[in-house]
């Protein structure tokens, strides 16, 4: 019995990931440790406090050729399989890279990497190792819109440009990352 725990304790990995953004320039990543055995409903949660998102709407991971996510009682589509239990190292089963969408009407299509694997004890919250540049605001129009409101708001003769500071709430800084938050955020995910 003690051998069958040493062997499963230390056959527990960490994953570090490389959550990008697509379709934005310059490109908007952060990077994370998570133990292998993270759902994909934490997994979801990790990324929203990662990059800054705020959950407010639908999201899906495909992995595999399989789609993962919340799925909608309301319609009879059995293709989008629930995430709450699933795990990211069984869901993976040897892929080295995930796609997660968020909020399908801006379609914010996120490419995550397993960059390394790395042996591990515990992890009881994830860890925030880095990034780069703001998660652009929610509901802006995907990457489309977000280059047309930085178009406006970096232009003060631009026709658009008090409505987009206004719509915001003030002024937007594209490079700007607070580290500190959202390691703060991340700690509050219990694994």
């Given at each position: 019995m003690t051998?069958?725990?040493?062997?499963?304790?230390?056959?527990?990995?960490?994953?570090q990931l490389k959550i990008e953004l697509s379709g934005i320039k310059p490109l908007i990543?952060?990077?994370?440790?998570?133990?292998?055995t993270i759902?994909?409903?934490?997994?979801?949660?990790?990324?929203?406090?990662a990059m800054g998102w705020y959950d407010y709407h639908l999201h899906e991971f495909e992995i595999a050729g399989e789609r993962y996510g919340i799925p909608d009682p309301e319609?009879?589509?059995?293709?989008?399989?629930?995430?709450?239990?699933?795990?990211?190292?069984?869901?993976?089963?040897?892929?080295?890279?995930l796609r997660y969408v968020y909020d399908f009407g801006d379609d914010w299509e996120h490419k995550i990497k397993v960059e390394k694997v790395l042996p591990a004890d515990a992890c009881p919250t994830p860890v925030y190792l880095g990034g780069?540049?703001?998660?652009?605001?929610?509901?802006?129009?995907?990457p489309y819109g977000y280059a047309g409101f930085l178009e406006a708001?970096?232009?003060?003769?631009?026709?658009e440009h008090e409505r987009m500071i206004d719509w915001y709430g003030g002024t937007f800084d594209p490079t700007a990352i607070d580290h500190d938050l959202i390691q703060a955020e991340l700690q509050r995910i219990k694994l």
């Open positions: 051998a069958r725990k040493t062997i499963s304790r230390s056959s527990r990995q960490l994953l990543w952060r990077r994370v440790l998570v133990p292998e759902t994909l409903a934490k997994l979801h949660r990790v990324i929203q406090a319609f009879d589509d059995k293709s989008v399989v629930s995430e709450v239990r699933v795990k990211l190292s069984k869901s993976l089963g040897g892929a080295a890279s780069a540049n703001a998660c652009p605001p929610e509901d802006v129009g995907g708001i970096a232009d003060s003769a631009h026709p």
